[in-house]
Nanobody
Framework: HVQLVESGGGSVQVGGSLRLSCTASGSVDLINKWAWFRQAPGKEREGVAHIYVPDGTLRYAETVRGRFTISQDNAKKTAYLQMNSLKLEDTAMYYC??????????????????WGQGTQVTVS
């Protein structure tokens, strides 16, 4: 089993930056995908960034492409989401996700079998 703990959320002004972190514990060697999702009140959970660990393939939602960067550090068992040029519409609860599954679409919630508790990002 894998446990994920996010940190780094907070309040920021439009145009500002934040970096979210997600640290894993447990059977982390099983993880082959990391992703960040977000959910705003009244909206569905949206996948924003994904990294496929074996080859480093990245994928981003169009809404964040060019502004957000996902990365991961195997030694620290941590994934990151660097968010720049933040907009009002980026306000949401952000969730880290990890997967040990061999299949699944990169930005689809059902692909991931491990989830963090969420960290709030508020842009004003």
């Amino acid at each position: 089993h894998v446990q994920l703990v996010e940190s780094g959320g907070g309040s920021v002004q439009v145009g500002g930056s934040l970096r979210l972190s997600c640290t894993a514990s447990g059977s982390v060697d099983l993880i082959n995908k990391w992703a960040w999702f977000r959910q705003a009140p009244g909206k569905e959970r949206e996948g924003v960034a994904h990294i496929y660990v074996p080859d480093g393939t990245l994928r981003y939602a169009e809404t964040v492409r060019g502004r957000f960067t996902i990365s991961q550090d195997n030694a620290k068992k941590t994934a990151y989401l660097q968010m720049n040029s933040l907009k009002l519409e980026d306000t949401a609860m952000y969730y880290c996700a990890a997967s040990s599954r061999l299949t699944g679409l990169s930005l689809t919630p059902g692909t991931y079998n491990y989830w963090g508790q969420g960290t709030q990002v508020t842009v004003s």
